[in-house]
């Protein structure tokens, strides 16, 4: 349940290796399902079978270097801000940076000169970052896994301590203070870069929080209507709407009718009609009309919660190309001490390189390593490209979902209501005992309990035929892939379906047929047309041309659905099929290359779930959120084109910024050992490389994508 979730806000967090951190900490603690992000700077758990208590998380927390923000007390943005230590640390770096440039060209400044006047200069840069890296170095250590701040503590440390000694010895060779202020200071810089840039990634986010209503206006019984918080509003409470309000929360129509504008949540531009019996989503915004609703979900179960939710934990759900990037990481900083000391050891003792060189060597090589831009490549990649696929109402379920749709090579649709309209008309109804009124009263109260896009269509239809008093239904049951049944109160049977619920029934023409039964006898034999949606001859076209091969997969005739198939240009079609057999058709198909399943997200949840990647084109509704992984709220075929586009140039991105982490890694750090860098230009290109990935992640925002 959700209120088993433990939730904290924690400041501090500033790379992933941290929230990597955090998380072995909690897991070594007991407690389940634990999600950290340094992005939100979320960190969430269930208490499970822990006998920690929360109090003791939040002194685990702080002893591992960073800050809970209590509940209920404001964020305030504490007075020694990033800003401020990099803006004091620049003042005094800057001298001494100046100094030492003008010394390369010949030119003395005698204040300067003074070994003490550079020390007292470097001094304030070198507590500032002797502090702020030293704590983040000794957290991660604490942690388990240390992260980048520990080379730079070190290379800026190594430097300071140098000088001094230097400085006690009056020797010219020892002193090296811009170095130790610069490499504090381009850090500094890098990371105040970095937390900017990584604002933007969560930008998806926070477009979607600020839709979220604060207030509900809720019918009384009495009749009157009170406001109240959200947080107040239960399921079953019904609430009035009315012309330019959001609606509140999701919900169905028991009272008018509207034009409501869904586009912030499903990307679908053109605004809906909505009437008694439709759903709403909350936050969606009345046009016109007005109505009263019943409410039918609340807080983490609304849609726009879950996409929220979606957003959020994506990158939690890492594309296989990132395991390789995360085992190095893990690694990384006591392989890169490891080769400092190294390069310090031979360049001394082997190459006879004085030890002032050997050492100022080694010192780049730490401060020019960077692990962070590895642990950066993907989420921050992921973050910005499912956060551009939610703005266009496309929900997919994290980074290992974006990856495997981009490598499928079969795309199985549902028929009815996928590649068709789902708006069936009846094209004949033949009453083979009479009684009109009687039977299509019949057909409209069983239909009302089946969500297939047929059955719906049905009710409609019927809803504007009948008169009169409704027979009462009792132990109505859908049977998938079959039709419904029921019983009334004298124990008649009645069943609607396809020809499996009777034997001998006459055959269909073209089109569809169904049949109504009391008691095992023909009541009413329905024919009933459907259409293809307008844009899914594109769509399949499309695929085809990305070398993905189209296949339906239906339940309904085999003629009907042939016809179907050779009219959109598919060669592979699947007739006829239960349930269970579309399941093991899926399964098949799988096993021979990876494949996307494209259903409504109701009857077809078993191969959803079962094929590579499941994908929905339901209108919003929960069955399809949970048993898909990627979902299209506005239910409109040609948005997977977009879906496959978008996920295509998310994975691209992720494998251009794994490329930069590792090829300047490789490349930056054998350079620096062999003495070809100077330690504060090893800082700057460091503080650039996780800005250069973010860059890279943030350009997805905006990119055209074809």
């Not at 204040?111 to 500032?128: E, H, R, S």
């Not at 619920?501 to 009413?524: H, S, V």
């Not at 992984?629 to 691209?652: C, D």
Request: with cysteine; aromatic share 6%.
């Amino acid at each position: 349940m959700s209120e088993d979730i433990i939730e904290l806000k924690v400041e501090g967090m500033t790379c992933n290796n941290c929230a990597a951190s955090l998380n072995r900490f909690l897991e070594r603690k007991g407690v389940e399902d634990v999600y950290v992000n340094f992005q939100t700077k979320e960190v969430r758990y269930r208490q499970g079978s822990s006998a920690i208590s929360l109090d003791e998380v939040k002194m685990g927390i702080h002893k591992l270097g960073y800050n809970v923000v209590e509940e209920g007390l404001p964020a305030a943005k504490p007075w020694w801000t990033l800003e401020r230590k990099l803006l004091i640390s620049a003042v005094f770096t800057l001298p001494l940076l100046s100094h030492h440039l003008l010394m390369m060209g010949g030119i003395h400044l005698p204040l300067l000169d003074n070994f003490w006047w550079q020390m007292a200069l470097c001094l304030l840069p070198f507590a500032i970052g002797f502090t702020h890296f030293g704590k983040s170095a000794l957290g991660s250590l604490k942690g388990g896994i240390p992260n980048m701040d520990v080379l730079i503590f070190v290379g800026g440390t190594a430097a300071f301590v140098y000088s001094f000694i230097g400085t006690l010895m009056w020797e010219p060779n020892y002193i090296f203070y811009e170095t130790s202020a610069t490499i504090f200071t381009l850090v500094l810089m890098g990371n105040w870069l970095e937390a900017r840039a990584v604002e933007q990634t969560t930008s998806a986010i926070g477009e979607l929080a600020k839709l979220q209503v604060k207030k509900a206006r809720r019918v009384t019984p009495s009749g009157t209507i009170v406001s109240l918080g959200l947080n107040e509003v239960r399921v079953g409470d019904v609430l009035q709407v009315n012309e330019g309000d959001q609606v509140p929360l999701d919900g169905v129509i028991t009272q008018g009718e509207a034009s409501v504008d869904e586009s912030m949540l499903t990307g679908e531009s053109i605004p809906v009609e909505k009437a008694a019996g439709s759903r709403v989503i909350g936050s969606s915004l009345l046009l016109n009309g007005n109505f009263r609703m019943e409410v039918t979900a609340t807080g983490r179960d609304t849609v726009l919660s879950q996409m929220i939710e979606l957003v959020k934990t994506a990158q939690q759900d890492k594309p296989d190309i990132q395991r390789l990037a995360d085992r190095i990481s893990a690694i990384f900083v006591p392989v890169v001490l490891g080769i400092a000391l190294l390069t310090l050891l031979i360049g001394h003792f082997g190459f006879g390189l004085p030890f002032q060189k050997a050492l100022m060597n080694a010192i780049a090589v730490l401060v020019i390593s960077c692990p962070c831009a590895m642990g950066l490549a993907t989420p921050t990649a992921v973050m910005v490209g499912v956060g551009r696929l939610a703005r266009n109402g496309i929900l997919v379920r994290g980074g290992q979902t974006l990856e495997a749709f981009t490598r499928i090579r079969n795309a199985v649709f549902d028929k009815t209501g996928t590649l068709t309209s789902g708006q069936f008309r009846i094209k004949n109804i033949t009453y083979h005992k009479g009684e009109e009124q009687r039977t299509n009263a019949l057909i409209y109260k069983l239909e009302q309990h089946s969500s297939h896009p047929i059955a719906r269509s049905l009710a409609r239809e019927m809803e504007r035929r009948i008169n009169g008093a409704h027979p009462e239904l009792a132990f109505v049951e859908e049977q998938r892939g079959v039709g419904v049944g029921a019983r009334d109160h004298a124990g008649n049977e009645y069943r609607i379906g396809s020809s499996r619920i009777l034997e001998g029934a006459p055959g269909g023409e073209e089109g569809q047929r169904l049949y109504l039964t009391e008691n095992g006898d023909l009541l009413a034999t329905i024919d009933i047309a459907d259409e293809l949606k307008p844009e899914a001859k594109g769509v399949i076209a499309y695929l085809k041309a990305q070398g993905i091969r189209p296949v339906i997969l239906s339940g309904d005739r085999r003629a009907k659905t042939e016809e179907v198939a050779a009219e959109l240009g598919i060669e592979t079609a699947f007739a006829e099929q239960l349930p269970e057999q579309k399941l093991k058709v899926v399964e098949e198909l799988s096993r021979q290359a990876p494949t996307a399943m494209i259903g409504d997200g109701i009857n077809d949840a078993p191969a959803l779930a079962k094929a590579t990647v499941g994908v929905s084109l339901s209108n919003a509704s929960q069955v399809a959120i949970q048993s898909a992984q990627i979902v299209l709220l506005n239910g409109k075929l040609e948005h997977l084109e977009k879906a496959w586009a978008i996920s295509r140039h998310t994975v691209l991105t992720i494998r251009q910024n794994l490329f930069w982490a590792f090829a300047y890694n490789i490349v930056a750090i054998p350079i620096a050992a062999m003495g070809f860098l100077n330690p504060m230009w090893g800082a700057l290109f460091m503080a650039f490389s996780d800005v250069v990935v973010i860059g890279n992640s943030i350009r997805l925002k905006y990119k055209k994508v074809d």
